[in-house]
């Protein structure tokens, strides 16, 4: 089986909690929906959080690019394999934790079935000014850049149908403005990854697109969804079980 969730920012604890009613196998894979948080101290820190899964997660867990996480491949313990079709970092001594490059297409199976899954990670952390003053994580990659994003539409031009996108953020359309902090000067935030993301959607014919960052769930349209602590299975997404 294969599960989603929303951003865990490496708590452990909260995961275990939405995995409660799931039994995990090795031959499962959760993804997480950007902000896994395995990559977040860039230090001893995280391998106590990436030890915690090795040990007490069975299945693969597949993670999206968030915003407050180092991209693996600035991290020098970590390596290229392939995985459904597509490219993905992981770490051997961790071999269970795999995270999705942007851009990349994958194919999971589902019964008889295949699905194409389009991954697209970043966001722009609204909190950046206050990390800074205060010494926390901030990532100056946190957003695709355009050569990144130039590479995207340019594989959407040549093929343009996917079965299933999972973003970080989401469209700017679709942004959910009632979640939005009101202590956040809004014009003061960058929305070029969202302003990119309904570019893709112009240009893309998909069956369902997943994303988290904004921690809520919710229907947004009957082809989308932002997901936080839920947890949604492949077969609930394209067979209604």
Same mark, same amino acid.
């Given at each position: 089986?294969?599960?989603?969730?929303?951003d865990i920012h490496g708590d452990m604890?909260?995961?275990?909690?939405?995995?409660?009613?799931?039994?995990?196998?090795?031959?499962?894979?959760?993804?997480?929906? =950007?902000?896994?948080?395995?990559?977040?101290?860039?230090?001893?820190?995280?391998?106590?959080?990436?030890?915690?899964?090795?040990?007490?997660?069975?299945?693969?867990?597949?993670?999206?690019? =968030?915003?407050?996480?180092?991209?693996?491949?600035?991290?020098?313990?970590?390596?290229?394999?392939?995985?459904?079709?597509?490219?993905?970092?992981?770490?051997?001594?961790?071999?269970?934790?795999?995270? %999705?490059?942007? =851009?990349?297409?994958?194919?999971?199976?589902?019964?008889?079935?295949?699905?194409?899954?389009?991954?697209?990670?970043? &966001?722009?952390?609204?909190?950046?000014?206050?990390?800074?003053?205060?010494?926390?994580?901030?990532?100056?990659?946190?957003?695709?850049?355009? %050569? #990144?994003?130039?590479?995207?539409?340019?594989?959407?031009?040549?093929?343009?149908?996917?079965?299933?996108?999972?973003?970080?953020?989401?469209?700017?359309?679709?942004?959910?403005?009632?979640?939005?902090?009101?202590?956040?000067?809004?014009? #003061?935030?960058?929305?070029?990854?969202?302003?990119?993301?309904?570019?893709?959607?112009?240009?893309?014919?998909?069956?369902?697109?997943?994303?988290?960052?904004?921690?809520?769930?919710?229907?947004?349209?009957?082809? &989308?969804?932002?997901?936080?602590?839920?947890?949604?299975?492949?077969?609930?997404?394209?067979?209604?079980?």
């Amino acid at each position: 089986m294969i599960y989603f969730t929303g951003d865990i920012h490496g708590d452990m604890i909260d995961l275990y909690d939405r995995l409660s009613n799931i039994s995990l196998s090795d031959d499962d894979i959760l993804i997480i929906l =950007g902000d896994a948080g395995f990559n977040y101290h860039c230090n001893d820190k995280d391998k106590i959080i990436k030890e915690d899964a090795k040990r007490n997660i069975p299945a693969r867990i597949f993670c999206i690019h =968030g915003n407050h996480e180092a991209r693996p491949q600035t991290i020098s313990t970590y390596m290229q394999t392939e995985f459904y079709g597509g490219k993905v970092y992981f770490e051997p001594d961790y071999p269970n934790l795999l995270f %999705a490059v942007d =851009g990349e297409r994958y194919y999971f199976p589902m019964g008889q079935k295949t699905i194409s899954v389009l991954t697209i990670g970043g &966001a722009y952390s609204i909190d950046k000014y206050y990390r800074i003053q205060h010494g926390w994580k901030w990532f100056a990659d946190e957003q695709p850049d355009q %050569a #990144k994003k130039d590479e995207i539409i340019a594989s959407i031009v040549e093929n343009n149908e996917v079965n299933l996108v999972l973003t970080h953020t989401c469209p700017l359309e679709w942004q959910p403005t009632h979640l939005f902090l009101p202590q956040i000067d809004q014009s #003061k935030v960058d929305k070029s990854t969202e302003t990119f993301l309904s570019e893709v959607k112009s240009k893309l014919k998909y069956d369902y697109w997943l994303f988290g960052h904004f921690h809520g769930s919710e229907k947004i349209t009957d082809k &989308a969804k932002m997901l936080f602590r839920g947890v949604l299975s492949l077969e609930q997404i394209f067979c209604g079980k």
